[in-house]
Protein backbone atom coordinates (compact mmCIF):
# COMPACT_ATOMS: atom_id res chain seq x y z
CA UNK A 1 0.00 0.00 0.00
CA UNK A 2 1.37 3.15 -1.40
CA UNK A 3 2.44 5.66 1.89
CA UNK A 4 3.80 8.56 2.11
CA UNK A 5 3.71 12.25 0.57
CA UNK A 6 2.18 12.40 -2.71
CA UNK A 7 4.67 13.00 -6.01
CA UNK A 8 3.32 15.27 -8.69
CA UNK A 9 3.67 13.63 -11.90
CA UNK A 10 1.38 16.13 -14.23
CA UNK A 11 0.28 19.87 -13.53
CA UNK A 12 -2.24 21.64 -15.73
CA UNK A 13 -1.67 24.61 -17.65
CA UNK A 14 1.84 24.68 -16.43
CA UNK A 15 4.59 26.25 -18.47
CA UNK A 16 7.87 24.41 -16.62
CA UNK A 17 9.17 22.00 -15.44
CA UNK A 18 6.83 19.13 -13.48
CA UNK A 19 8.39 18.04 -9.98
CA UNK A 20 7.74 14.58 -9.16
CA UNK A 21 7.97 11.67 -11.59
CA UNK A 22 10.82 9.32 -11.07
CA UNK A 23 11.78 10.85 -7.48
CA UNK A 24 10.87 8.27 -5.38
CA UNK A 25 9.28 5.12 -5.98
CA UNK A 26 5.54 4.98 -5.68
CA UNK A 27 3.12 2.59 -6.83
CA UNK A 28 0.22 3.43 -8.95
CA UNK A 29 -2.86 2.68 -7.06
CA UNK A 30 -6.16 1.61 -8.21
CA UNK A 31 -9.79 1.15 -7.24
CA UNK A 32 -11.33 -1.98 -8.02
CA UNK A 33 -15.45 -2.41 -8.66
CA UNK A 34 -16.70 -5.84 -9.13
CA UNK A 35 -20.42 -4.30 -10.61
CA UNK A 36 -21.76 -8.07 -10.37
CA UNK A 37 -21.14 -8.46 -6.36
CA UNK A 38 -22.49 -4.84 -6.23
CA UNK A 39 -25.85 -4.70 -4.25
CA UNK A 40 -26.70 -1.35 -4.19
CA UNK A 41 -26.57 -0.58 -0.60
CA UNK A 42 -24.90 2.96 -1.03
CA UNK A 43 -22.87 2.90 1.42
CA UNK A 44 -20.12 4.17 -0.62
CA UNK A 45 -22.17 7.30 -1.33
CA UNK A 46 -22.57 7.82 2.64
CA UNK A 47 -18.57 7.24 3.00
CA UNK A 48 -18.12 9.34 0.42
CA UNK A 49 -20.27 12.64 1.35
CA UNK A 50 -19.56 11.72 5.18
CA UNK A 51 -15.37 12.27 4.66
CA UNK A 52 -15.34 15.18 2.45
CA UNK A 53 -18.38 16.53 4.88
CA UNK A 54 -20.22 17.94 2.04
CA UNK A 55 -23.33 19.67 2.35
CA UNK A 56 -26.61 17.35 0.83
CA UNK A 57 -29.01 18.97 -0.65
CA UNK A 58 -32.46 18.24 -1.71
CA UNK A 59 -32.49 15.61 -5.24
CA UNK A 60 -34.54 14.62 -8.12
CA UNK A 61 -36.69 11.10 -7.89
CA UNK A 62 -36.88 10.17 -11.20
CA UNK A 63 -38.68 6.56 -10.83
CA UNK A 64 -35.66 4.20 -10.16
CA UNK A 65 -33.52 3.72 -7.42
CA UNK A 66 -30.57 6.04 -8.20
CA UNK A 67 -29.84 9.02 -5.47
CA UNK A 68 -30.11 11.24 -8.01
CA UNK A 69 -29.53 11.43 -12.20
CA UNK A 70 -26.00 12.05 -11.87
CA UNK A 71 -23.02 12.89 -9.97
CA UNK A 72 -23.14 16.56 -8.22
CA UNK A 73 -20.36 18.94 -7.30
CA UNK A 74 -21.17 17.81 -3.76
CA UNK A 75 -21.36 14.33 -4.64
CA UNK A 76 -19.19 12.51 -6.04
CA UNK A 77 -19.61 8.88 -5.82
CA UNK A 78 -23.18 7.64 -7.43
CA UNK A 79 -24.32 4.13 -8.07
CA UNK A 80 -26.41 3.78 -11.32
CA UNK A 81 -28.52 1.92 -11.70
CA UNK A 82 -30.34 0.06 -15.10
CA UNK A 83 -32.87 -2.53 -14.91
CA UNK A 84 -31.38 -4.51 -17.81
CA UNK A 85 -34.23 -7.28 -19.61
CA UNK A 86 -32.48 -10.74 -20.04
CA UNK A 87 -33.04 -12.84 -23.26
CA UNK A 88 -35.28 -14.91 -21.60
CA UNK A 89 -37.54 -11.95 -19.96
CA UNK A 90 -36.54 -11.80 -16.94
CA UNK A 91 -34.74 -8.98 -15.73
CA UNK A 92 -30.92 -8.18 -13.94
CA UNK A 93 -29.94 -4.91 -11.92
CA UNK A 94 -26.48 -3.45 -13.63
CA UNK A 95 -25.22 -1.55 -10.77
CA UNK A 96 -22.28 0.71 -11.29
CA UNK A 97 -20.52 2.47 -9.06
CA UNK A 98 -20.36 6.36 -11.29
CA UNK A 99 -17.36 8.48 -10.14
CA UNK A 100 -13.95 10.01 -11.55
CA UNK A 101 -12.49 7.24 -13.04
CA UNK A 102 -8.82 8.95 -12.71
CA UNK A 103 -7.52 8.49 -16.38
CA UNK A 104 -4.03 7.87 -16.97
CA UNK A 105 -3.99 10.47 -19.53
CA UNK A 106 -6.56 12.86 -18.19
CA UNK A 107 -8.69 14.84 -20.44
CA UNK A 108 -9.78 17.40 -17.50
CA UNK A 109 -5.86 17.82 -16.69
CA UNK A 110 -5.09 18.37 -20.59
CA UNK A 111 -7.91 21.05 -21.42
CA UNK A 112 -7.38 23.18 -18.12
CA UNK A 113 -5.58 26.49 -18.91
CA UNK A 114 -5.25 27.57 -15.07
CA UNK A 115 -1.95 26.95 -13.50
CA UNK A 116 -1.94 23.94 -11.19
CA UNK A 117 -5.45 23.96 -10.96
CA UNK A 118 -5.60 20.21 -11.58
CA UNK A 119 -2.37 17.76 -10.73
CA UNK A 120 -1.92 13.97 -11.42
CA UNK A 121 0.53 12.16 -8.65
CA UNK A 122 2.66 9.83 -9.43
CA UNK A 123 0.40 7.36 -7.73
CA UNK A 124 -2.05 8.08 -10.56
CA UNK A 125 -4.72 9.99 -8.46
CA UNK A 126 -6.03 12.99 -10.49
CA UNK A 127 -6.91 16.11 -8.38
CA UNK A 128 -8.58 19.25 -8.56
CA UNK A 129 -6.79 22.34 -6.53
CA UNK A 130 -10.15 24.49 -6.59
CA UNK A 131 -7.53 27.86 -4.85
CA UNK A 132 -6.08 27.94 -8.62
CA UNK A 133 -9.53 26.87 -10.31
CA UNK A 134 -10.82 30.05 -12.58
CA UNK A 135 -13.86 27.99 -13.24
CA UNK A 136 -13.92 28.24 -16.74
CA UNK A 137 -15.26 24.48 -16.98
CA UNK A 138 -12.95 23.67 -20.04
CA UNK A 139 -12.29 20.51 -17.70
CA UNK A 140 -16.26 19.53 -17.98
CA UNK A 141 -15.81 19.02 -21.87
CA UNK A 142 -12.36 17.39 -21.81
CA UNK A 143 -13.58 15.08 -19.74
CA UNK A 144 -14.93 11.72 -21.09
CA UNK A 145 -16.95 10.35 -18.34
CA UNK A 146 -18.86 13.90 -17.62
CA UNK A 147 -16.89 13.86 -14.34
CA UNK A 148 -16.35 17.75 -13.28
CA UNK A 149 -18.83 19.34 -11.92
CA UNK A 150 -19.84 23.32 -11.64
CA UNK A 151 -20.40 24.72 -8.55
CA UNK A 152 -22.34 28.37 -9.81
CA UNK A 153 -21.65 29.97 -6.11
CA UNK A 154 -17.88 29.08 -5.63
CA UNK A 155 -17.27 29.13 -9.66
CA UNK A 156 -15.16 26.22 -9.14
CA UNK A 157 -15.14 22.56 -10.47
CA UNK A 158 -15.69 19.67 -8.05
CA UNK A 159 -14.96 15.93 -8.20
CA UNK A 160 -13.93 12.89 -6.56
CA UNK A 161 -10.35 12.88 -5.39
CA UNK A 162 -9.80 9.12 -5.07
CA UNK A 163 -9.57 10.69 -1.06
CA UNK A 164 -5.65 11.66 -1.98
CA UNK A 165 -6.04 12.63 1.71
CA UNK A 166 -6.50 9.40 3.15
CA UNK A 167 -4.50 8.14 0.21
CA UNK A 168 -1.63 10.04 0.81
CA UNK A 169 -1.49 8.89 4.34
CA UNK A 170 -1.63 5.34 3.18
CA UNK A 171 -5.29 4.58 4.33
CA UNK A 172 -7.87 3.49 1.34
CA UNK A 173 -10.29 5.40 0.16
CA UNK A 174 -13.58 6.14 2.31
CA UNK A 175 -15.69 3.93 -0.14
CA UNK A 176 -13.27 1.37 -0.39
CA UNK A 177 -13.42 0.94 3.56
CA UNK A 178 -17.20 1.26 3.86
CA UNK A 179 -18.49 -1.51 1.37
CA UNK A 180 -19.51 -4.32 2.92
CA UNK A 181 -19.72 -7.14 0.38
CA UNK A 182 -16.24 -7.05 -0.86
CA UNK A 183 -17.10 -5.74 -4.63
CA UNK A 184 -14.33 -2.65 -3.78
CA UNK A 185 -11.18 -2.95 -3.07
CA UNK A 186 -8.06 -1.03 -3.45
CA UNK A 187 -4.27 -1.63 -3.73
CA UNK A 188 -1.46 -1.13 -6.49
CA UNK A 189 -2.82 -0.86 -10.29
CA UNK A 190 -0.86 -4.36 -11.23
CA UNK A 191 -2.61 -5.84 -8.46
CA UNK A 192 -5.90 -4.63 -8.60
CA UNK A 193 -6.03 -5.60 -12.54
CA UNK A 194 -5.04 -9.24 -11.69
CA UNK A 195 -7.52 -9.62 -9.05
CA UNK A 196 -10.11 -8.25 -11.85
CA UNK A 197 -8.63 -10.81 -13.95
CA UNK A 198 -8.87 -13.55 -12.37
CA UNK A 199 -12.48 -12.38 -11.31
CA UNK A 200 -13.16 -12.14 -14.89
CA UNK A 201 -11.98 -15.52 -15.78
CA UNK A 202 -14.37 -16.99 -12.91
CA UNK A 203 -17.66 -14.89 -14.11
CA UNK A 204 -16.31 -16.64 -17.52
CA UNK A 205 -15.71 -20.30 -16.63
CA UNK A 206 -18.11 -20.79 -13.61
CA UNK A 207 -20.89 -18.17 -13.86
CA UNK A 208 -22.07 -18.80 -17.24
CA UNK A 209 -21.35 -15.13 -18.03
CA UNK A 210 -19.20 -15.86 -21.19
CA UNK A 211 -18.47 -11.80 -22.06
CA UNK A 212 -17.24 -11.20 -18.68
CA UNK A 213 -14.59 -8.55 -19.02
CA UNK A 214 -12.51 -5.92 -17.01
CA UNK A 215 -13.16 -2.41 -18.01
CA UNK A 216 -10.04 -0.77 -18.51
CA UNK A 217 -10.24 1.70 -21.28
CA UNK A 218 -7.06 2.13 -23.77
CA UNK A 219 -8.02 4.63 -25.47
CA UNK A 220 -7.08 6.88 -22.15
CA UNK A 221 -4.00 4.94 -21.48
CA UNK A 222 -6.20 3.01 -18.94
CA UNK A 223 -7.48 4.20 -15.83
CA UNK A 224 -7.35 4.43 -12.06
CA UNK A 225 -10.74 2.60 -11.72
CA UNK A 226 -11.41 -0.58 -12.86
CA UNK A 227 -14.51 -2.56 -13.27
CA UNK A 228 -15.43 -5.97 -13.64
CA UNK A 229 -18.63 -6.35 -16.09
CA UNK A 230 -21.01 -9.46 -16.78
CA UNK A 231 -20.32 -8.41 -20.73
CA UNK A 232 -17.61 -6.37 -21.51
CA UNK A 233 -19.38 -5.71 -24.88
CA UNK A 234 -21.76 -3.48 -23.84
CA UNK A 235 -20.62 -1.25 -21.33
CA UNK A 236 -22.62 1.62 -22.28
CA UNK A 237 -25.67 -0.14 -20.38
CA UNK A 238 -23.99 0.29 -16.91
CA UNK A 239 -25.07 4.21 -16.63
CA UNK A 240 -23.52 5.07 -19.92
CA UNK A 241 -20.07 4.05 -19.60
CA UNK A 242 -18.35 4.58 -22.74
CA UNK A 243 -17.16 1.94 -24.74
CA UNK A 244 -14.18 3.78 -26.01
CA UNK A 245 -13.75 7.02 -24.20
CA UNK A 246 -12.00 9.57 -25.74
CA UNK A 247 -10.20 13.20 -25.16
CA UNK A 248 -12.26 15.66 -27.62
CA UNK A 249 -9.53 16.65 -30.19
CA UNK A 250 -9.96 20.22 -29.19
CA UNK A 251 -7.71 19.33 -26.13
CA UNK A 252 -5.93 17.07 -27.85
CA UNK A 253 -4.34 18.08 -31.26
CA UNK A 254 -6.04 21.53 -31.43
CA UNK A 255 -4.60 22.41 -27.60
CA UNK A 256 -1.21 20.84 -27.94
CA UNK A 257 -0.28 21.87 -31.83
CA UNK A 258 -2.73 24.08 -33.46
CA UNK A 259 -3.21 27.12 -30.97
CA UNK A 260 0.63 27.58 -30.37
CA UNK A 261 1.01 27.29 -34.37
CA UNK A 262 -1.34 29.78 -34.62
CA UNK A 263 -0.34 32.11 -31.87
CA UNK A 264 3.11 32.53 -33.09
CA UNK A 265 1.68 33.09 -36.60
CA UNK A 266 -0.16 35.55 -35.29
CA UNK A 267 1.93 37.07 -33.45
CA UNK A 268 4.94 37.07 -36.65
CA UNK A 269 2.68 40.26 -37.35
CA UNK A 270 4.82 42.15 -35.15
CA UNK A 271 8.48 41.21 -36.01
CA UNK A 272 6.94 41.76 -39.61
CA UNK A 273 5.80 45.05 -38.93
CA UNK A 274 9.06 45.84 -37.33
CA UNK A 275 11.50 44.62 -39.92
CA UNK A 276 9.12 46.50 -43.09
CA UNK A 277 9.78 49.78 -41.03
CA UNK A 278 13.65 49.09 -40.85
CA UNK A 279 13.67 47.74 -44.42
CA UNK A 280 11.01 50.09 -46.15
CA UNK A 281 10.52 53.38 -44.00
CA UNK A 282 7.44 55.14 -43.07
CA UNK A 283 5.32 56.57 -45.72
CA UNK A 284 5.05 60.11 -45.12
CA UNK A 285 2.68 62.68 -46.47
CA UNK A 286 4.16 64.08 -49.84
CA UNK A 287 5.52 66.08 -50.45
CA UNK A 288 8.57 65.89 -48.21
CA UNK A 289 10.43 69.19 -47.33
CA UNK A 290 13.41 68.89 -49.54
CA UNK A 291 16.30 67.24 -48.73
CA UNK A 292 14.26 64.15 -46.88
CA UNK A 293 12.48 63.12 -50.34
CA UNK A 294 13.06 59.21 -50.41
CA UNK A 295 15.51 58.07 -52.88
CA UNK A 296 15.76 54.53 -53.54
CA UNK B 1 -33.59 50.00 -42.85
CA UNK B 2 -30.11 51.94 -43.92
CA UNK B 3 -32.32 55.45 -43.20
CA UNK B 4 -32.96 54.24 -39.64
CA UNK B 5 -29.43 53.17 -39.17
CA UNK B 6 -28.79 57.05 -40.57
CA UNK B 7 -30.47 58.60 -38.29
CA UNK B 8 -29.84 56.85 -35.39
CA UNK B 9 -26.06 57.51 -36.10
CA UNK B 10 -26.76 60.95 -37.00
CA UNK B 11 -28.52 61.54 -33.79
CA UNK B 12 -25.40 60.27 -31.89
CA UNK B 13 -23.03 62.05 -33.66
CA UNK B 14 -25.02 65.22 -33.36
CA UNK B 15 -25.18 64.27 -29.21
CA UNK B 16 -21.74 63.38 -28.66
CA UNK B 17 -20.36 65.85 -30.74
CA UNK B 18 -21.99 68.52 -28.92
CA UNK B 19 -19.61 67.73 -25.78
CA UNK B 20 -16.10 67.66 -27.50
CA UNK B 21 -14.50 69.79 -30.05
CA UNK B 22 -12.56 69.06 -32.75
CA UNK B 23 -9.46 71.74 -33.69
CA UNK B 24 -9.05 71.76 -37.64
CA UNK B 25 -6.34 74.65 -38.58
CA UNK B 26 -5.90 75.79 -42.22
CA UNK B 27 -4.35 73.14 -43.49
CA UNK B 28 -5.63 70.62 -42.40
CA UNK B 29 -9.09 68.81 -42.76
CA UNK B 30 -11.43 67.27 -40.17
CA UNK B 31 -11.19 63.02 -40.68
CA UNK B 32 -12.75 61.84 -37.55
CA UNK B 33 -15.51 63.46 -35.75
CA UNK B 34 -15.77 63.63 -32.11
CA UNK B 35 -18.27 60.47 -31.64
CA UNK B 36 -16.01 58.60 -34.03
CA UNK B 37 -12.98 58.92 -32.08
CA UNK B 38 -14.89 57.79 -28.85
CA UNK B 39 -16.12 55.25 -30.09
CA UNK B 40 -13.09 54.37 -32.11
CA UNK B 41 -11.09 54.18 -28.31
CA UNK B 42 -13.79 52.38 -25.99
CA UNK B 43 -13.52 49.79 -29.32
CA UNK B 44 -9.97 49.95 -28.86
CA UNK B 45 -9.95 50.05 -24.46
CA UNK B 46 -12.50 46.72 -24.40
CA UNK B 47 -10.75 45.05 -27.51
CA UNK B 48 -7.05 44.82 -25.58
CA UNK B 49 -8.47 44.23 -22.13
CA UNK B 50 -10.76 41.37 -23.59
CA UNK B 51 -7.50 40.40 -25.85
CA UNK B 52 -4.61 40.21 -22.61
CA UNK B 53 -7.33 38.53 -20.57
CA UNK B 54 -8.36 36.13 -23.41
CA UNK B 55 -4.60 35.34 -24.20
CA UNK B 56 -3.90 34.36 -20.24
CA UNK B 57 -6.43 31.58 -20.66
CA UNK B 58 -5.75 30.97 -24.15
CA UNK B 59 -1.83 29.63 -23.51
CA UNK B 60 -0.19 28.53 -20.37
CA UNK B 61 2.65 30.29 -21.09
CA UNK B 62 1.16 33.52 -21.03
CA UNK B 63 -1.35 32.58 -17.96
CA UNK B 64 1.21 33.44 -15.09
CA UNK B 65 2.49 36.67 -16.72
CA UNK B 66 -1.20 38.09 -17.70
CA UNK B 67 -3.67 37.09 -15.41
CA UNK B 68 -1.57 38.96 -12.46
CA UNK B 69 -2.92 42.28 -14.21
CA UNK B 70 -6.50 41.56 -13.61
CA UNK B 71 -6.10 40.36 -10.10
CA UNK B 72 -5.31 35.95 -10.26
CA UNK B 73 -7.33 33.53 -12.76
CA UNK B 74 -10.51 33.52 -11.14
CA UNK B 75 -10.99 37.39 -11.28
CA UNK B 76 -9.45 37.11 -15.52
CA UNK B 77 -12.23 34.58 -16.17
CA UNK B 78 -14.76 36.98 -14.54
CA UNK B 79 -13.68 39.63 -16.00
CA UNK B 80 -13.17 38.51 -19.77
CA UNK B 81 -16.96 38.30 -20.95
CA UNK B 82 -17.34 41.81 -19.55
CA UNK B 83 -14.94 43.01 -21.66
CA UNK B 84 -15.99 41.20 -24.64
CA UNK B 85 -19.05 42.47 -24.21
CA UNK B 86 -18.20 46.07 -23.68
CA UNK B 87 -16.12 45.49 -26.89
CA UNK B 88 -18.84 44.11 -29.40
CA UNK B 89 -21.71 46.77 -27.80
CA UNK B 90 -19.18 49.78 -29.02
CA UNK B 91 -17.71 47.78 -31.98
CA UNK B 92 -21.92 47.31 -33.31
CA UNK B 93 -22.26 51.31 -32.95
CA UNK B 94 -19.40 51.66 -34.59
CA UNK B 95 -19.88 49.64 -37.46
CA UNK B 96 -23.46 51.41 -37.86
CA UNK B 97 -21.09 54.60 -38.06
CA UNK B 98 -18.96 53.34 -40.24
CA UNK B 99 -20.93 51.07 -42.66
CA UNK B 100 -20.98 53.74 -45.05
CA UNK B 101 -17.77 54.87 -46.03
CA UNK B 102 -16.71 50.90 -45.49
CA UNK B 103 -18.99 49.50 -48.23
CA UNK B 104 -16.98 47.83 -50.78
CA UNK B 105 -16.75 49.13 -54.30
CA UNK B 106 -14.75 47.92 -57.85
CA UNK B 107 -12.00 50.41 -56.90
CA UNK B 108 -11.24 48.58 -53.28
CA UNK B 109 -10.33 45.08 -55.81
CA UNK B 110 -8.30 47.30 -57.77
CA UNK B 111 -6.38 48.61 -54.30
CA UNK B 112 -5.87 45.05 -53.71
CA UNK B 113 -4.26 43.86 -56.98
CA UNK B 114 -1.62 46.21 -56.35
CA UNK B 115 -1.30 45.48 -52.49
CA UNK B 116 2.31 44.79 -53.54
CA UNK B 117 3.19 48.54 -54.79
CA UNK B 118 1.08 49.28 -51.02
CA UNK B 119 3.44 47.00 -49.33
CA UNK B 120 6.72 48.23 -50.98
CA UNK B 121 5.92 51.67 -50.58
CA UNK B 122 7.43 51.75 -54.37
CA UNK B 123 4.81 54.80 -55.15
CA UNK B 124 4.78 58.27 -53.04
CA UNK B 125 0.90 58.76 -53.37
CA UNK B 126 -1.93 56.40 -54.00
CA UNK B 127 -4.00 56.33 -56.71
CA UNK B 128 -6.74 58.70 -57.21
CA UNK B 129 -9.53 56.46 -56.74
CA UNK B 130 -8.87 55.74 -53.11
CA UNK B 131 -11.35 57.25 -50.82
CA UNK B 132 -11.95 57.52 -47.28
CA UNK B 133 -10.62 54.23 -46.59
CA UNK B 134 -8.34 51.97 -48.56
CA UNK B 135 -9.70 48.71 -49.27
CA UNK B 136 -6.84 47.23 -46.30
CA UNK B 137 -8.69 49.36 -43.79
CA UNK B 138 -11.95 47.88 -45.26
CA UNK B 139 -10.29 44.33 -44.84
CA UNK B 140 -9.89 45.11 -41.21
CA UNK B 141 -12.78 46.40 -40.41
CA UNK B 142 -15.32 43.35 -42.16
CA UNK B 143 -12.73 41.02 -40.31
CA UNK B 144 -13.56 42.93 -37.03
CA UNK B 145 -17.55 42.17 -37.81
CA UNK B 146 -17.11 38.93 -39.01
CA UNK B 147 -14.69 37.98 -35.68
CA UNK B 148 -16.91 40.08 -33.04
CA UNK B 149 -20.17 37.87 -34.59
CA UNK B 150 -18.27 34.71 -34.50
CA UNK B 151 -16.95 36.07 -30.86
CA UNK B 152 -20.42 36.60 -29.66
CA UNK B 153 -21.95 33.34 -31.60
CA UNK B 154 -19.47 31.54 -29.55
CA UNK B 155 -18.46 33.27 -26.16
CA UNK B 156 -22.45 32.99 -25.20
CA UNK B 157 -22.30 29.00 -24.88
CA UNK B 158 -18.84 29.06 -23.51
CA UNK B 159 -20.23 31.53 -20.72
CA UNK B 160 -23.75 29.59 -20.04
CA UNK B 161 -22.94 26.36 -20.94
CA UNK B 162 -25.22 25.09 -18.58
CA UNK B 163 -27.88 26.59 -20.78
CA UNK B 164 -26.97 26.09 -24.24
CA UNK B 165 -24.80 22.70 -23.71
CA UNK B 166 -21.52 21.25 -23.50
CA UNK B 167 -21.54 20.75 -27.48
CA UNK B 168 -22.22 24.41 -28.14
CA UNK B 169 -19.16 25.53 -26.18
CA UNK B 170 -16.87 22.57 -27.26
CA UNK B 171 -17.14 23.99 -31.29
CA UNK B 172 -17.12 28.34 -29.49
CA UNK B 173 -13.53 27.05 -28.05
CA UNK B 174 -12.16 26.46 -31.67
CA UNK B 175 -14.09 29.22 -33.33
CA UNK B 176 -13.31 31.55 -30.46
CA UNK B 177 -9.44 30.41 -30.53
CA UNK B 178 -9.57 31.29 -34.49
CA UNK B 179 -11.30 34.63 -34.52
CA UNK B 180 -9.04 35.40 -31.30
CA UNK B 181 -5.86 34.72 -33.43
CA UNK B 182 -7.12 36.81 -36.61
CA UNK B 183 -8.15 39.96 -34.78
CA UNK B 184 -4.50 39.54 -32.55
CA UNK B 185 -2.84 39.28 -35.96
CA UNK B 186 -4.92 42.62 -38.00
CA UNK B 187 -4.87 44.98 -34.57
CA UNK B 188 -0.90 44.68 -34.43
CA UNK B 189 -0.70 45.93 -38.42
CA UNK B 190 -3.47 47.99 -37.39
CA UNK B 191 -1.07 49.70 -34.65
CA UNK B 192 1.90 49.56 -37.02
CA UNK B 193 0.11 51.53 -39.97
CA UNK B 194 -1.41 53.65 -37.65
CA UNK B 195 1.59 54.57 -36.10
CA UNK B 196 4.85 54.65 -37.22
CA UNK B 197 4.14 52.74 -41.26
CA UNK B 198 2.17 56.45 -41.96
CA UNK B 199 3.23 59.41 -40.03
CA UNK B 200 0.60 61.94 -39.53
CA UNK B 201 -2.27 59.31 -38.90
CA UNK B 202 -2.15 58.57 -35.43
CA UNK B 203 -3.75 62.32 -34.92
CA UNK B 204 -6.28 61.81 -37.25
CA UNK B 205 -8.08 59.68 -34.42
CA UNK B 206 -7.05 60.97 -31.43
CA UNK B 207 -7.16 65.21 -32.73
CA UNK B 208 -9.37 64.59 -35.43
CA UNK B 209 -7.97 66.57 -38.04
CA UNK B 210 -5.20 65.53 -40.70
CA UNK B 211 -2.85 67.51 -43.13
CA UNK B 212 -4.34 68.56 -46.15
CA UNK B 213 -1.19 66.67 -47.91
CA UNK B 214 -1.91 63.68 -45.41
CA UNK B 215 -4.67 63.50 -47.59
CA UNK B 216 -4.18 64.19 -50.73
CA UNK B 217 -0.68 61.16 -50.41
CA UNK B 218 -2.61 58.50 -48.68
CA UNK B 219 -6.80 59.28 -49.47
CA UNK B 220 -6.36 61.60 -52.77
CA UNK B 221 -10.33 60.75 -53.44
CA UNK B 222 -11.75 61.62 -50.22
CA UNK B 223 -9.30 64.90 -50.79
CA UNK B 224 -11.40 65.40 -53.72
CA UNK B 225 -14.63 65.08 -52.24
CA UNK B 226 -13.85 67.22 -48.94
CA UNK B 227 -12.22 70.12 -50.91
CA UNK B 228 -13.59 69.87 -54.11
CA UNK B 229 -9.65 70.58 -55.66
CA UNK B 230 -7.92 67.98 -57.22
CA UNK B 231 -5.26 65.91 -56.06
CA UNK B 232 -2.94 65.45 -58.04
CA UNK B 233 -2.65 68.82 -58.82
CA UNK B 234 -2.41 69.65 -55.65
CA UNK B 235 0.03 67.80 -54.52
CA UNK B 236 1.86 68.93 -57.86
CA UNK B 237 1.70 71.93 -56.94
CA UNK B 238 3.40 71.74 -53.48
CA UNK B 239 5.99 69.88 -54.66
CA UNK B 240 6.69 72.46 -57.40
CA UNK B 241 6.48 75.19 -54.58
CA UNK B 242 8.93 73.35 -52.41
CA UNK B 243 11.43 72.61 -54.77
CA UNK B 244 11.50 76.34 -56.04
CA UNK B 245 11.91 77.15 -52.46
CA UNK B 246 14.97 74.94 -51.88
CA UNK B 247 16.22 76.01 -55.31
CA UNK B 248 16.32 79.59 -53.54
CA UNK B 249 18.09 78.93 -50.67
Known amino acids: MPTGVLQIRAISGHPGTVPGRGVQREEEVCKYVDVTTCIGCKACEVACVEWNDMPFQQTTFDNTYQTMPATAWNYWNLIKFNEHPRDDGTFMWLMRKDQCMHCEDPGCLRACPADGAIVQYTNGIVDFQQENCIGCEYCVSGCPFDIPKFNSLTKKVYKCTLCSDRVGQGLEPACIKSCPTGCLRFGTKADMKAVAESRARQLREQSGYEHAGVYDPPSLGGTHVVYVLHDIREPELYGGLRKNPQIPITYTWWKRYAKPIGLAIALFAAPAAFFHYVMEGPKPPQPQPPGEEVSR | ?249
Open chain 2, 1 to 249: MSTAVERFDEAARRRVGAHGRTVVRDDELLRHPVYTRVLHWSVAVFFLLALLSGLSIYSPWLFRFITPLFGGGPTTRLLHPWFSLGFVVCFALQTLNWLEPMTWTPDDGRWMRRLRVYVSNAEPVEPEYVGFFNAGQKVYFWAIVVSAIVFLVSGIPMWFPKTFGRPAADVGYVLHDIAALVMLGGFLVHIYEGTAAEPGTFRSMVRGAVERRWAWTHHPAWYREATGRDPRKDYEQARGARRAESGRQ
